[in-house]
């Protein structure tokens, strides 16, 4: 019964990768999603939301940095989102 | 060839996510089960009466403070009055904030740090009778049972980071129950009503885990979200407060929870005010909310031009979910700021009212709380569950060498979860026991608890029988139950047959419900035989024949002590 070891990872560096952007990588991207989203779309609604929804995105970008084989590839989305809610947040402060 | 891979990439997360935050997960909601009570758990510890009538004289509360030295200009107070196990008024200030004076400053941080001084924290009880200060340290029921075991379900008793452990705990667990859900996803119907008793342990324990997992999981969901909000709401909370609103905390709350925005300061004294018992009163009338509730109050910027009050009503509606209703005025003309009504709930406040009403239970009254207790027992027993799959599938020759160390670990896992229960049951006896004038009395209880449950983990581990873990933790848990309302009477005279009558409604409430959960125990704990794989069985009857002591097995004892507990 305990999972078939071929299909699972077996390299440490792809272990801590994967175990980073679980905690680290889905978290900034779901908050600054959020903040990004927040002067784009208003406080209004958004903030509110952004309670839960924070956490629920965040538990989904964990299931997909195991559903997508690479780690490089979902840290490489995780980034992604990041640095355009980053900018946004920037363009839109200034 | 993808889908196998999925499978098994996400059957492993799930089994080491499960397996990691198990035993805190159990801890979580199996004293969260008990801290949904809390409230009757503290009155019964206290013996307090329910139905206490209570007012508050709010303008009588302000000299108070005044009295005791505070500064008060430009404060913002939150005064409410509890009941909890006795009535209190709890009045709580942030520190002002001081100006650019570095000197003030720094005594400011001095007065911060040693929690005292004009300018510094409020946080007191005042008796609503005498209006005097009973308590200068904390405005929390601390030092009470039930207390104690709200702040054991997310681990305060870990000093900083406890709450966060448990925020992170919660959030583990929704990737938990995500990656179960998609594991089990294509044999979800046929896995749900299958029950195999006679095939492996394995299989019954992996039945049960799923078909009860399934069962409980909006339930599991909601918590787990709910439970991520409460302990790692920071995350969302500091960089919002940075990134949004440049640092003014009260902006962010006015989308969050409108009533408590805050205003900016006029920076000018006026100190002409219509009376606040009145503005209470007038809110009453206003929002139609019934005598007996007694309103929240929440005054921002205390005798500044631009100074607010506003009052916050738990309207107890029947058959509403929104029953809160505040409304604000600005203190200087009594002009209504703002309002929101039983019928209307904009968007902005509903979220977190609803998170806090689904997490505490505050609806539905006793018979959604009775609902909520028993899901986190089933929860329970998913964990627990769980455990056991782990533990079973690797009990074979492909595991030999790690043997040990798994039983061991199994072994702990047990006893640190089923010990809770005796632990906590011998917690409330304790309560009943020790003399009430006992310096220090409430370290000591709870310095004897986490004893007593280290002791029945390191007996768990001595004796690494599962059998014997589990029913002993419920014979132990079943005589300490039987013994609390005995205790009870013996020390207070609160007998459960006299108690109701006389109004001591939490008092029976708890004495009867330990009753019931104490004769369960003992009931399921003697009845349960050892669980015995049918095949080994099989096997044994092939060889020695007389062996036909040991009947079939039909359940475990948690399985068995959540099905009768159903029943009820």
């Known amino acids: ?94 | 060839m993808k889908d196998k891979r999925n499978y098994n990439v996400f059957f492993n997360t799930h089994t080491v996510s499960g397996i990691v935050i198990s035993v805190g997960l159990f801890v979580c909601f199996f004293a969260g089960a008990f801290a949904l009570f809390q409230t009757n758990i503290n009155k019964w510890e206290a013996n307090a009466k329910n139905g206490v009538h209570l007012a508050i004289d709010y303008e009588k509360t302000l000299s108070t403070i005044k009295e005791e030295g505070f500064t008060m200009n430009g404060r913002t107070f939150f005064i409410q009055i509890m009941d909890n196990p006795l009535p209190f008024i709890m009045v709580v200030s942030r520190p002002l904030r001081s100006d650019n004076n570095t000197t003030q400053k720094k005594e400011q941080e001095n007065y911060s740090k040693a929690k005292v001084g004009p300018t510094g924290p409020i946080s007191v009880k005042i008796d609503p009778k005498t209006y005097k200060i009973i308590d200068k340290d904390g405005a929390e029921p601390t030092e009470h049972l039930g207390t104690f075991l709200y702040h054991l379900h997310y681990f305060d008793q870990i000093p900083i980071i406890g709450l966060y452990i448990s925020g992170l705990i919660s959030l583990f667990f929704l990737f938990a129950i995500i990656t179960g859900t998609i594991v089990h996803w294509k044999k979800i119907m046929s896995n749900f009503f299958t029950f195999r008793l006679k095939a492996t342990i394995k299989n019954l324990w992996s039945d049960a885990h799923v078909a009860l997992g399934i069962i409980g999981l909006p339930f599991q969901f909601m918590y787990a979200v709910t439970g991520t909000i409460f302990g790692l709401v920071i995350i969302i909370l500091l960089p919002s407060t940075m990134v949004l609103f440049d640092g003014d905390q009260g902006k962010l709350l006015g989308y969050i929870a409108p009533a408590y925005k805050t205003f900016d300061m006029a920076n000018e004294i006026h100190l002409e005010r219509p009376n606040i018992n009145q503005l209470v009163q007038n809110a009453r009338k206003d929002l139609q909310v019934d005598d007996a509730i007694t309103a929240s109050i929440n005054i921002s910027n205390y005798n500044d031009k631009n100074a607010h009050v506003m009052a916050e009503f738990r309207a107890k509606k029947e058959g509403v979910f929104y029953d809160d209703v505040h409304i604000t005025y600005r203190l200087r003309d009594g002009k209504v700021v703002e309002k929101k009504i039983i019928e209307t709930h904009p968007y902005k406040g509903s979220v977190l009212h609803t998170v806090r009403k689904l997490h505490f239970a505050q609806f539905g009254g006793y018979f959604v709380k009775t609902i909520y207790f028993l899901l986190s027992l089933i929860t329970c027993f998913v964990i627990l569950s769980g455990v056991m799959v782990w533990l079973e599938a690797r009990n074979n020759k492909k595991y030999e060498n790690k043997k040990k160390f798994n039983t061991a670990i199994g072994a702990i896992y047990l006893g640190a979860s089923m010990g809770l229960f005796p632990a906590i049951a011998f917690f409330f006896c304790i309560t009943k026991i020790i003399p009430l004038d006992i310096e220090n009395r409430f370290g000591l209880m709870s310095n004897a608890f986490f004893l007593f449950w280290l002791a029945y983990i390191l007996y768990a581990f001595i004796s690494k029988d599962f059998h014997k873990i589990n029913k002993h933790a419920l014979i132990l848990a079943g005589i300490l139950g039987i013994a609390i309302p005995l205790l009870n009477g013996l020390q207070s005279g609160l007998w459960f047959w006299t108690s109701l009558q006389s109004n001591y409604i939490d008092s029976f409430f708890i004495d009867i419900s330990w009753l019931l959960l104490g004769i369960i125990s003992l009931i399921i704990a003697f009845s349960v035989q050892r669980l015995v794989s049918h095949k080994d069985k099989r096997r044994a009857t092939r060889g020695i024949s007389k062996n036909r002591n040991h009947q079939e097995v039909i359940d475990t004892p948690v399985l068995a002590m959540n099905k009768s507990i159903i029943n009820e």
């Not at chain 1, 801590?16 to 905690?23: E, R």
């Not at chain 1, 959020?34 to 609604?45: D, T």
């Open chain 1, 1 to 94: 019964m305990p999972a078939n070891k071929k299909y699972l990872a077996t390299s440490n560096w792809i272990k801590f990768s994967k175990i980073s952007a679980t905690i680290l990588g889905a978290m900034l991207a779901s908050v600054t999603l959020h903040l990004a989203l927040a002067i784009w779309v208003g406080f209004e609604y958004i903030i509110p939301t952004s309670l839960f929804s924070v956490f629920i995105l965040w538990g989904f970008f964990m299931i997909m940095v195991y559903w997508i084989k690479s780690p490089w590839k979902s840290w490489g989305i995780f980034l992604f989102i990041i640095s355009i809610s980053v900018v946004g947040l920037y363009m839109a402060k200034n």
